[in-house]
């Protein structure tokens, strides 16, 4: 059917000048592994943490007795049951830099958890003044072992793995005669790269930290603060969920295309956010990784969860068959049933709804995080998990969030409506006449 869709010239463009282009950084191998980094190996750590934000701070402004009695609970002992909060999300760029490195020694065939280790190492060097260590508050370098030492850790995570890489190439390394023991043999294969990651490290920070007295962490985050502003405003937001529909329009994985390059802008809103409510103060991001995978992706990426219930509704038995298909992958947010199979991708009636409503989505969602109309959220949640209880749970255990999610929902309901029906008539009538010449 999708190939009997005419293609217009826009659609023809961008198939042909902009998708191979785009589908090159889809299979970039250090934006795939800072994905990986961040799903892998940083995720668990923050639903850990996550955890112990919500228990230590009960939902404002819900008047229940059941709140009133947990949040008085938990009021003398709240600096107790954050510490696994601040230990856990206080470390995420560490886990960053590990899986970064650990990603492209998998994919480089190194031995990746020695990779991983050298690349932690290093970046915790960074994150400390060169000065006397025993002066220096842990507490004030957890801030720079997080979120806000993200940028850093991506870029130590694959400078390590490249210097592996280099030095197993040039055999360059310590090799251990036959009969060593394995783990023995890992060792000292690592202690050459280990050793001039460790020392580089240390040289630059201390760099650093003489000629502008603050860590590497620090002077790149500064460097990086108009992006990460710019990455927090309306027109990103909007950019990137068009530019995500754009690329799914074409068969291309858009979210992963496009949280290659922004996750770490995500991240370090998100985590501002974290920090700032553990502190009771007002929370800062509002394009965050929530933003986009509880929020704006409603049964995948598109919005689709409506469309799913269409199809289940519809006279076409293609429809039908699709909605049915499609149903159970939806409730988890996993759409690529109604994407491929409807089609959406190259069809020129329901590509439309699907970048127009998650455009309005976003612009909604913005306007309600913006407002406070809705609480910003504060916690990553796996793209998995069911609607309503994704917003209710991103935000910290607020109604607000997953009413937001049913007012998307109902909006891309309504415009999708009628192209479904559009493409329903189509459908309907190659049906019938598929039935009259059989």
Same mark, same amino acid.
């Given at each position: 059917m999708s190939e009997r869709i005419s293609k217009n010239w826009f659609m023809k463009w961008m198939e042909n000048s902009l998708m191979p282009v785009l589908a090159r950084i889809a299979q970039n191998v250090y934006l795939q592994s800072i994905r990986?980094?961040?799903?892998? !190996?940083?995720?668990?750590?923050?639903?850990?943490? /996550?955890? !112990?934000?919500?228990?230590?701070?009960?939902?404002?402004?819900?008047?229940?007795? #059941?709140?009133?009695?947990?949040?008085?609970?938990v009021k003398p002992i709240s600096a107790q049951i954050i510490l696994p909060f601040h230990l856990t999300f206080g470390i995420m760029a560490m886990m960053v830099a590990f899986g970064t490195a650990y990603s492209l020694a998998a994919r480089w065939d190194l031995d990746e958890t020695m990779t991983g280790i050298i690349s932690m190492l290093a970046f915790f060097i960074t994150s400390f003044p060169a000065?006397?260590?025993?002066?220096?508050?842990?507490?004030?370098? #957890?801030?720079?072992?997080?979120?806000?030492? #993200?940028?850093?850790?991506?870029?130590?995570?694959?400078?390590?793995?490249?210097?592996?890489?280099?030095?197993?190439?040039?055999?360059?390394?310590?090799?251990?005669?036959?009969?060593?023991?394995?783990?023995?043999?890992?060792?000292?294969?690592?202690?050459?790269?280990?050793?001039?990651?460790?020392?580089s490290a240390w040289i630059v920070e201390w760099i650093v930290w003489s000629k502008f007295h603050i860590t590497l962490p620090q002077l790149v985050l500064n460097l990086f603060k108009p992006l990460v502003a710019a990455s927090n405003s309306y027109p990103a937001a909007l950019a990137e969920i068009v530019l995500m529909m754009l690329l799914w329009s074409l068969g291309i994985h858009g979210m992963n295309v496009v949280s290659s390059i922004a996750y770490p802008f995500w991240?370090?809103?998100?985590?501002?956010?974290?920090?700032?409510?553990?502190?009771? *103060?007002?929370?800062?991001?509002?394009?965050?990784?929530?933003?986009?995978?509880? !929020?704006?992706?409603?049964?995948?990426?598109?919005?689709?969860w409506p469309l799913v219930i269409m199809f289940l509704l519809s006279a076409s038995a293609q429809l039908r068959t699709i909605?049915? /298909?499609? *149903?159970?992958?939806?409730?988890?947010?996993?759409?690529?049933?109604?994407i491929f199979g409807a089609p959406i991708v190259l069809n020129p009636i329901l590509i439309i709804p699907f970048i127009v409503a998650p455009a309005v989505v976003v612009t909604i969602n913005y306007i309600a995080f913006a407002t406070n109309i809705v609480p910003r959220p504060i916690i990553q949640l796996p793209f998995t998990v069911p609607v309503f209880f994704g917003g209710f749970l991103s935000t910290g255990g607020h109604w607000q969030g997953a009413v937001l999610q049913l007012v998307n929902l109902l909006v891309a309901a309504v415009i999708y409506y009628p192209f479904f029906?559009?493409?329903?008539?189509?459908? #309907?009538?190659?049906?019938?006449?598929a039935a009259q010449h059989e």
């Open positions: 990986d980094a961040f799903s892998s !190996f940083a995720l668990p750590v923050i639903l850990t943490g /996550a955890i !112990f934000l919500i228990i230590a701070n009960p939902p404002e402004g819900v008047n229940l007795w #059941l709140i009133r009695a947990w949040a008085n609970a000065t006397d260590v025993t002066k220096v508050t842990f507490g004030d370098a #957890l801030n720079y072992l997080g979120g806000q030492g #993200l940028f850093v850790a991506i870029i130590i995570g694959i400078i390590t793995a490249k210097v592996v890489k280099f030095f197993n190439e040039k055999g360059l390394v310590i090799k251990m005669p036959e009969g060593v023991p394995p783990y023995v043999v890992r060792s000292f294969l690592a202690l050459v790269p280990m050793f001039v990651m460790i020392v991240m370090t809103q998100l985590a501002a956010n974290a920090e700032a409510a553990a502190k009771g *103060l007002p929370l800062p991001g509002i394009v965050t990784e929530p933003f986009f995978h509880m !929020f704006s992706h409603l049964g995948g990426s598109g919005v689709t909605g049915k /298909a499609a *149903l159970i992958p939806a409730v988890f947010n996993i759409n690529e049933p109604v029906k559009m493409y329903e008539a189509q459908l #309907l009538k190659d049906e019938k006449s």
